[in-house]
């Protein structure tokens, strides 16, 4: 909404909305500014954050920055809730490395049905020494929120927590879109895998066999890309991968697949390569330097 020397203002609302997962029939969901996803917010590293929550829902609810480097009293613990028809500021320096975080619903007895009915939305800090790897950047940096919903008949979403580890789902959602399709062009393309599950684990690998590579973890930048065959990813956590698609053929169907699963609930979502587009962005051999505890310094 506004910004200074050093601060970057937003206001975002709790509040119902509705989401369109099984076509034609509306699913009411609880959204940060009525949608799910919420907000992506970018943040620099060094330059404040301030967001001003309200809730307009009617249960309580509280903030977390999953990854955020974040004071106490803007953490979101359970406790620590926004009661209906209130107000709360939450203040991040952002002095951490580039990484892609999440933020997303935290509060006592109702963080798990919060979560899952949509109360989540992605924060991503960039710094210098990322910007300057040249790596993949606007329409080609594209965060996946990746999550497992169930819906009844009637549109409602299903929240089934008898096996007591949180609700699974038979219904894959990227940034809320069940099994999406994208166009994409044969450059590389960088994506920030987060997984909002509430109880599932995902194994992540490609319908054409070809290895991932893998550059950033949770906490940011890996000391340089690592090629795998797949990927396990548990709740929460976040990955960032870079896809070549250059070395598709224009026309090809690259398909992102959860490799735990069987059948059409194994796939994610798809990539059609369309076309082709001059590519300005590296790979480089080295990301950033990390500082490496060693072992024998543990007490």
Known sequence: ????????????THRAGVLDILSGTATPILGYDGIAPGPTIRA???????????????????????????????????????????????VYPNDQPAATLWYHDHAMHHAGRNVYTGLA???????????ALRLPDGP???????QERSVRSDGALA??????????????????????????????YRFRVVTGANASVFRLGLSSGRPLVQIATDAGLLPTPVESASIPLAMAERVE?????????????????????DGPRGDIMCFDVVCAERDPSELPE?????????????V
């Open 159 to 188: 929240y089934d927590t008898d096996h007591n580890i949180g609700a699974l789902g038979d219904i894959i959602l990227v940034n809320g879109v069940p099994w999406p399709r994208m166009e994409v062009c044969a450059p590389k």
């Open 286 to 298: 080295r990301l950033v330097a990390t500082e490496r505890i060693p072992v024998a310094a543990a």
């Open 44 to 90: 620099k590293r060094g330059r404040r954050v301030v967001v001003q929550h309200t809730n307009h829902l009617a249960v309580p609810t509280a903030v977390h920055l999953h990854g955020g480097v974040t004071p106490s009293d803007s953490d979101g613990f359970p406790t620590d809730v926004i009661a209906p028809g209130t107000s709360r500021a939450y």
């Open 140 to 146: 080609f940096d594209v965060p996946l929120l990746v």
């Open 121 to 131: 939305g992605l924060y991503l800090v960039h710094d210098d020494e990322e910007r």
């Open 241 to 261: 991968l870079v896809i070549d698609f250059s070395t598709y053929p224009i026309g090809s169907r690259v398909v992102l697949r959860n490799l735990m699963a």
């Open 1 to 12: 909404v506004r910004a200074d020397q050093t601060t970057d203002y937003y206001e975002i």
